[in-house]
């Protein structure tokens, strides 16, 4: 109990639990309506778009003589990401298999725009490696409260439209048919898309962050039977993973970011296992 005591009551795990237990509860909401729409790898386009967005921030950070570079590095991601995001949106709208071709340029494009800005903000690409990977431990208290200001707008937004959104990522021609906004709402979960990208940033990188807006969806859908039930059981799996990820490293020292995700993937497999037991047994 003195650990675990020791944990809640150090002020930097305190931030990054509540960081860390936010993104759980938001990730996988999002996630849910990018599986349904057979898009679980917008996250990773948006993720690597961000990344010139960070380095964007960087060098109008350096430009305006900011003590701190990086104070605009995740204002910047924010921009990049939805801008992003409403770019691969509109593509994947207008041309057949025009999504996949727009993922493509978010991927490499995303990548070598922030290697190129970090460079011309004199920086190196190793300052690029905590976004990439996630680095919780820098988490400060405006961190915290720019976290649950864009939670706040993802949940209201993924739960609140619950109904409209799902219509439209289960069939866009039926809700077209029922009179529903459809472009509007597709924009809308790009958007929030992007935001969840920016929000877990900082707890799994850019690089591992769709695997925690889908890992828990995939589990999910293992035993939930419908869409509702799904969701929820994703924010359940969302959060634990993130919580218990971040509480193991505190005392094994191993990456935030990875360790989440690894735990996820292993209850994955754990589920899918059992699953095919019982489907042998039956």
Same mark, same amino acid.
């Given at each position: 109990?003195?650990?675990?005591?020791?944990?809640?009551?150090?002020?930097?795990?305190?931030?990054?639990?509540?960081?860390?237990?936010?993104?759980?509860?938001?990730?996988?909401?999002?996630?849910?309506?990018?599986?349904?729409?057979?898009?679980?790898?917008?996250? @990773?386009?948006?993720?690597?778009? *961000? %990344?010139?967005? #960070?380095? &964007? $921030?960087?060098?109008? !950070?350096?430009?305006?003589? +900011?003590?701190?570079?990086?104070?605009?590095?995740?204002?910047?991601?924010?921009?990049?990401?939805?801008?992003?995001a409403v770019v691969i949106e509109?593509?994947?709208?207008?041309?057949?298999?025009?999504?996949?071709?727009?993922?493509?340029?978010?991927?490499?494009?995303?990548?070598?725009?922030?290697?190129?800005?970090?460079?011309?903000?004199?920086?190196?690409?190793?300052?690029?490696?905590?976004?990439?990977?996630?680095?919780?431990?820098?988490?400060?208290?405006? @961190?915290?409260?720019?976290?649950? *200001? %864009?939670?706040? #707008?993802? &949940? $209201?937004?993924?739960? !609140?439209?619950?109904?409209? +959104?799902?219509?439209?990522?289960?069939?866009?021609?039926?809700?077209?048919?029922?009179?529903?906004?459809?472009?509007?709402?597709?924009?809308?979960?790009?958007?929030?898309?992007a935001l969840t990208v920016t929000?877990?940033?900082?707890?799994?990188?850019?690089?591992?962050?769709?695997?925690?807006?889908?890992?828990?969806?995939?589990?999910?859908?293992?035993?939930?039977?419908?869409?509702?039930?799904?969701?929820?059981?994703?924010?359940?799996?969302?959060?634990?993973?993130?919580?218990?990820?971040?509480?193991v490293t505190y005392w094994v020292? &191993?990456?935030?970011?990875?360790?989440?995700?690894?735990?996820?993937?292993?209850?994955?497999?754990?589920?899918?296992?059992?699953?095919?037991?019982?489907?042998?047994?039956?």
């Open positions: 109990m003195s650990a675990i005591a020791e944990l809640l009551t150090d002020p930097l795990m305190q931030r990054a639990l509540v960081v860390a237990l936010l993104v759980g509860l938001s990730a996988p909401v999002i996630g849910t309506y990018l599986v349904q729409r057979k898009l679980s790898l917008l996250g @990773d386009g948006i993720g690597h778009v *961000a %990344l010139t967005g #960070v380095a &964007l $921030g960087w060098l109008v !950070g350096s430009g305006m003589g +900011l003590v701190t570079h990086d104070a605009l590095a995740i204002p910047g991601a924010v921009i990049a990401a939805i801008a992003g509109t593509v994947r709208e207008r041309t057949r298999g025009g999504g996949d071709v727009a993922l493509a340029l978010l991927f490499y494009g995303g990548i070598a725009g922030g290697v190129l800005l970090i460079g011309l903000a004199g920086g190196t690409s190793a300052n690029l490696v905590g976004y990439l990977f996630g680095s919780i431990s820098t988490v400060s208290t405006s @961190d915290v409260f720019l976290t649950i *200001a %864009l939670c706040a #707008v993802l &949940l $209201g937004v993924g739960l !609140g439209l619950r109904p409209a +959104l799902f219509a439209v990522s289960h069939d866009a021609e039926f809700a077209r048919a029922t009179g529903l906004p459809v472009r509007a709402l597709n924009i809308a979960i790009a958007v929030v898309a929000v877990a940033m900082r707890v799994v990188g850019l690089l591992l962050v769709s695997a925690l807006m889908i890992v828990p969806v995939a589990v999910a859908q293992l035993v939930a039977r419908s869409f509702r039930s799904t969701m929820g059981l994703a924010i359940g799996l969302g959060t634990a993973v993130c919580v218990v990820g971040l509480s020292p &191993l990456a935030p970011g990875a360790t989440i995700v690894v735990l996820a993937i292993a209850v994955y497999l754990t589920v899918l296992g059992v699953r095919g037991v019982a489907s042998a047994r039956r």
